[in-house]
Structures are given as structure tokens and as C-alpha cells.
């Protein structure tokens, strides 16, 4: 009779747990039913796609702001963008009319924090706690037009703003290792550093590599161009070896030797002037994501007569690429530029419709 009461007790403290485990499971990371995905509209509107429904909601509208480089925190809870106001205060003999500050919305787009610091880059920790950002203050005694000011931490729950160095021209926060890299740039066509901050001991140090865009494993990393005579490069980690030139100027200044990319996939997702540069896709393995853009004549007889009329049709390819297999692995079609999401997909929009294109 006590051990059926034991037994029963037993059974009866394993089945609580499995439900406050279920119950429990949105609060982790991945585990949430509804993902975040979100865009900007007209530089002035945040808007939120509700999977479920398929219908959109606007989270945010500023006053007087300019939205631009939406993201979405890897953790699938924050909105980050950068926001352009005029400056209350102009500095002096420097034509700086505007500022770029800092905006984290909470996931139902309440605004979480604004930070007035002249941000001009900025990305995620890869838990989604954290974000890194560069500072800058604008003036004319670089090629850049405007001077690196520092590198900093804001704490998303605390709120605490940490600087972490005087300063780089790129920042990325790597997921292998939890290091933030920051490449510095002195000069036009001279070759930069690349300075690993750790987040364990706090300490700034040098590295040997040619730049900070790893994989989100750490066995590769892309090296983006810096102006227009460097291509576009993949190295391997481990080695620091080149593996290829993804993207080939037509001119080079520096005498390189080229290893061109075997296949002609188009250009490398997001690595242009206008966006913050990536390349690599999802928050794991080593995948890249190329563009393609073809456009094809069609001609067809109208009227009695049978006129010939001609037509375009452009067609955009996207193709997932792992760089350890060497092939593609997924191909697709529609528009990538618009929502975005945690980086555990990549968010399309096709035919009217948001699809959350996955690894094979």
C-alpha cells in the first residue's frame, strides 16, 4: 500500500513539472509560437506581420523621426532601427543637420529605449540581450566625412550603456565566440585592423584576421569590400586563407590574385553601400545568401495584323549556398528587402504573402 502511494505520488510530481515545462517554453528563446517579423514603411511607420491572421499591424509611428536599418533581435522580443532627427543643437563649422540615434521597441512596440549618440551601426548579441554600436561625430579631417567617436554595449533589460574602445568603422558581434570584433580603417586604400574585444575579461586586443563578418560557427568569415577596388572575399577561419573572390571589380589597385567563386549566383545578400553588410544567413551553421537578377524578352502577335510586341519579364533568384558542401542547397524567389525577422529564417514576401523560408 505505500509503495502505490509512493508510485502515485511520483507520478503525480512528474506530470506537474512536464506541465510547467510546456507552459514555460515560450519564454526561451525559438520558443515562441508567433515570431517576430517586422518592417518599415515610408521611413515612418513600424509594422508587424501577425503570421497567424496574415494581416499586419502598425507597432510605431514617430513624431518627427526617420526610420531606417530595422532589425529584429535574434531572442524573437525587440525591434532596433536607427532614427533620424534635425539636431537641437548644431555643432560648430560642420554642416550636420541631422542626428542618428538609436530606437528599441519592445516586440507590441512599445518603445524601450532611444539613445541620441549619433549611431551609425549597430547589431545584436547573439542571445538578444545586448546590442553594439559605433559612434561618430561628424567633420571633415577623414575620407569618411565623419570621426569614430567610440564603441559601446547597451544592456537591453538594464539599460546600461558601456563603452568598450574609442572607436572602428565596423562592428560585429560574432556568435561562435561571443567576441565583438571592430575593424578600423585609418585611410583610404591602406588596410585596417581588426581589434577582438572579450566580453570575459573586457580586454581590446589585435588579430591577424582581414575582417569581422564570421559565419555564425566561426569557420569562415567574409572579408566586404571597403572601397571599390577590393572584391567581395570568403577566408577560411581556422587558417585565415582565401578561399574566394565572391564578387570581382573589374579593376583592381592591389595586384591580388583572384580565385573566382565557381558558380555565377548574383551578388551577396545585403553587402552594397546602402545596408549594413552581412551575407551570412541564419543565426547558425555557414550559409550564404546570393541575389540574382535575369530578364528575359518575350514577344507575342496582337491585332489583325498580328503586331509583334515585346515585353521584359525580370525575374530575382535567391540561392542558399553552404560553403561546407559547396553547393546550393535552396533556391526561391520574391522579395527579401522589405520584412525581417530573428535570422532563424529568411523572411519572403511572395505573391501578397510573408513565407518563412527554412534550411533544407
Known amino acids: 500500500m505505500k509503495t502505490a502511494l509512493i508510485v502515485s505520488f511520483c507520478l503525480v510530481v512528474a506530470l506537474g513539472l512536464i506541465y510547467a515545462a510546456i507552459v514555460a ?19 515612418a511607420s513600424v509594422l508587424r506581420y501577425q503570421r497567424a491572421s496574415g494581416k499586419t499591424q502598425e507597432l510605431y509611428r514617430p513624431d518627427k523621426y526617420s526610420i531606417h536599418e530595422l532589425t529584429v533581435s535574434p531572442n524573437n522580443k525587440y525591434i ?15 554642416e550636420a543637420p541631422y542626428l542618428y540615434g538609436l530606437m528599441v521597441l519592445h516586440g507590441n512596440g512599445e518603445l524601450a529605449h532611444r539613445l541620441d549618440m549619433d549611431v551609425r551601426r549597430y ?23 565623419s570621426c569614430p567617436t567610440g564603441a559601446w554595449i ?38 585596417g585592423r581588426v581589434m577582438r574585444w572579450d566580453p570575459v575579461s573586457g580586454e581590446l586586443q589585435p588579430t591577424d584576421y582581414h575582417d569581422i563578418y564570421f559565419s555564425p560557427d566561426g569557420k569562415y568569415y567574409l572579408s566586404l ?28 589597385l592591389y595586384g591580388d590574385t583572384a580565385v573566382p567563386f565557381p558558380e555565377k549566383l548574383g551578388s551577396v545578400f545585403n553587402c552594397d553601400q546602402f545596408k549594413a553588410p552581412w551575407g551570412w544567413v541564419f543565426n547558425k551553421g555557414h550559409y550564404l545568401m546570393f541575389s540574382k ?25 535567391h540561392s542558399i549556398y553552404d560553403v561546407e558542401q559547396g553547393r546550393v542547397i535552396k533556391q526561391f524567389e520574391g522579395d527579401v528587402w ?21 534550411i533544407p
Open 293 to 317: 537578377e535575369e530578364s528575359t524578352v518575350e514577344t507575342e502577335g496582337s491585332g489583325p495584323v498580328k503586331r509583334i510586341v515585346s515585353k521584359t519579364i525580370h525575374s530575382l533568384t
Open 225 to 252: 569590400w571597403k572601397d571599390e577596388a577590393r572584391p567581395t572575399r570568403l577566408y577560411d577561419a581556422t587558417s585565415n586563407e582565401l578561399i574566394y573572390d565572391l564578387v570581382v571589380q573589374e579593376r583592381s
Open 338 to 358: 522589405e520584412w525581417v525577422g530573428s535570422g532563424n529564417e529568411v523572411v519572403v514576401e511572395r505573391d501578397g504573402k510573408v513565407v518563412l523560408e527554412e
Open 123 to 145: 547589431v545584436w548579441s547573439p542571445d538578444g540581450k545586448q546590442i553594439a554600436f559605433l559612434t561618430f561625430a561628424p567633420c571633415r579631417k577623414t575620407y569618411w566625412w
Open 80 to 94: 532596433a532601427a536607427i532614427n533620424i532627427s534635425e539636431r537641437e543643437v548644431m555643432p560648430d563649422s560642420v
Open 25 to 43: 517554453a515560450p519564454q526561451f528563446p525559438g520558443a515562441v509560437e508567433e515570431p517576430l517579423i517586422a518592417r518599415v514603411v515610408d521611413r
Open 154 to 191: 547597451l544592456d537591453v533589460e538594464t539599460s546600461e550603456v558601456t563603452k568598450i574602445s574609442e572607436g572602428a568603422m565596423e562592428i560585429n558581434w560574432a556568435a561562435f565566440d561571443g567576441a565583438i570584433y571592430l575593424y578600423e580603417h585609418p585611410r583610404l586604400y591602406e588596410r
